[in-house]
């Protein structure tokens, strides 16, 4: 483009209210030039508050792909440390499993009962309980009595949520006990009642020999890890 129309470009932009860089940006001139190119044209007062209001604006021109960059850039290194995190437990030993099992117990599983039992509403993490039962103690399926604890508000949703655990854990509906409901009345709706399943209570049956020795594991645990040198891993 010869550098006359390139002056009438720069000023028909101008005229409609855009900025001087990016004017010069669009036609690949310095802004000087076509700060000089357009100096006799006077903006009007709404045109100078829009160019006012993009320099404030952090979704306008540069400011966006800078923005849109560092959101890439964030979700990458979320992507990159979650599967170092991964790789980093890799496969778990059965000496490994026994050990998280304990420190899961310690966290979530009764104490104060006479029978070892544990509850959560996590199902990936009734599974590792679960599963921790039956590798590092041989425990069998016929072994648990569930329980579904449900706000009342899903009392109609109870055969539904059963049958969730039921299906998730294994355990025939025939080992599950009445449900409990909790009385309070939530003031706010439920975001996603769909993905409602309330709180699964596992006891496991003739257990009070078997949660006294989970205690001494606890204290072991307590004990044994106390001492161990501060560090990090990776």
């Not at 829009?50 to 404030?56: G, I, P, T, V």
């Not at 508000?153 to 080992?175: D, R, V, Y």
């Amino acid at each position: 483009m010869a550098k006359t129309e390139l002056r009438t470009e720069a000023r028909k932009w101008r005229s409609i209210g855009e900025s001087i860089k990016v004017i010069a940006k669009k036609l690949h001139v310095s802004p000087s030039t076509v700060s000089f190119w357009c100096k006799d044209i006077k903006l009007s007062l709404p045109q100078i508050k829009e160019l006012e209001r993009r320099a404030h604006d952090p979704n306008y021109g540069k400011r966006l792909e800078n923005s849109l960059r560092q959101q890439r850039a964030r979700i990458e290194k979320t992507k990159r440390l979650f599967n170092e995190g991964v790789t980093q437990v890799g496969r778990l030993t059965e000496r490994e499993l026994f050990i998280a099992g304990i420190a899961l117990y310690w966290a979530e599983g009764f104490k104060s009962d006479s029978l070892a039992g544990f509850c959560n509403t996590d199902p990936d993490m009734v599974k590792f309980f679960l599963s921790w039962l039956k590798k590092c103690f041989g425990y069998k399926n016929d072994d648990f009595r569930l329980r579904v604890g449900l706000n009342e508000s899903f009392q109609e949703n109870a055969k539904q949520i059963e049958n969730f655990w039921a299906n998730l854990t294994g355990i025939s509906k025939n080992q599950f006990q009445k449900p409990f409901y909790q009385k309070v009345k939530w003031k706010k709706e439920y975001e996603h009642p769909e993905n409602y399943h309330g709180v699964l209570r596992i006891r496991i049956k003739k257990s009070t020999d078997f949660l006294r020795k989970i205690k001494g594991y606890i204290e072991g645990f307590r004990l044994n890890s106390a001492g161990l040198p501060a560090g990090r891993q990776g």
